[in-house]
């Protein structure tokens, strides 16, 4: 088994899902009292939302560098960063460190298209739905992606850094999310990215009959393919 490197506390409320899919997908993949291996170095998330509001990416850049060469020392045979806003610096990082990073939205666009899924909606923080380090990466693969329009993105970012990002779940939040998710689907989505590994803490597919990628599930199941290969 590889040791599974984490970049994690931007949110911890979201790395917290990440340990416990990661050990229950080993669990299942092994049977007994398997368990991942994981070396987490978890930042201060204070510090990263600052430097993210500031757009000094650079500084994040580096400090996430700092923490990827820690874990790689640590033992780390691969590296997942537990966000994904902050594959914003996902080029940056993987340059300092020897051990590959698995990117979210690669996974996430595999899941896509042994979906079928063609055209999405992306939710996430303003950084995400709104700039091309996600988006791009999502359209080179061949899928199309749509966004909720200026209110509704600037309402998605409020929730996310001022309720989830602090454990709570809100439901008229909830109520909100759920009608910008039909929204998307009426613009034609055929599917919905939960491109925030916090926003699966308030909106789960039953809650909607609109297909929802979670990105937190789908990079943990393939970091955990990659740790049995």
């Not at 994690?8 to 299942?28: A, D, H, I």
């Not at 020897?98 to 990117?103: N, R, T």
């Not at 693969?141 to 309720?163: A, C």
Request: proline letters at 3%.
């Amino acid at each position: 088994m590889k040791t599974i490197g984490i970049l994690g506390g931007m949110s911890w409320e979201s790395t917290l899902e990440y340990y416990r899919l990661l050990n229950q997908g080993v669990r299942e993949a092994l049977g007994g009292q398997h368990s991942a291996r994981i070396a987490l170095y978890s930042v201060d998330f204070a510090q990263i939302e600052q430097l993210q509001h500031e757009g000094n990416w650079e500084a994040t850049a580096e400090i996430l560098a700092r923490a990827a060469q820690g874990v790689e020392a640590a033992g780390a045979d691969f590296l997942l960063i537990a966000t994904n806003t902050m594959h914003k610096v996902a080029d940056q990082v993987q340059a300092q460190v020897g051990i590959p990073l698995l990117h979210i939205a690669d996974a996430t666009a595999d899941s896509l298209r042994r979906h079928g899924i063609g055209k999405v909606g992306l939710l996430g923080t303003r950084f995400t739905m709104e700039q091309d380090f996600y988006r791009e990466r999502l359209r080179q693969q061949g899928i199309e992606v749509l966004v909720p329009d200026e209110g509704e993105r600037e309402l998605v970012h409020r929730v996310i850094y001022t309720e989830l990002c602090q454990g709570r779940a809100n439901p008229d939040s909830k109520a909100r999310y759920l009608e910008i998710i039909a929204g998307l689907a009426g613009r034609g989505a055929e599917g919905v990215i939960l491109g925030c590994t916090e926003i699966s803490l308030l909106v789960q597919q039953p809650d909607t009959p609109v297909p929802l990628f979670d990105t937190t599930a789908i990079h943990t199941d393939r970091a955990v393919a990659y740790a049995l290969d």
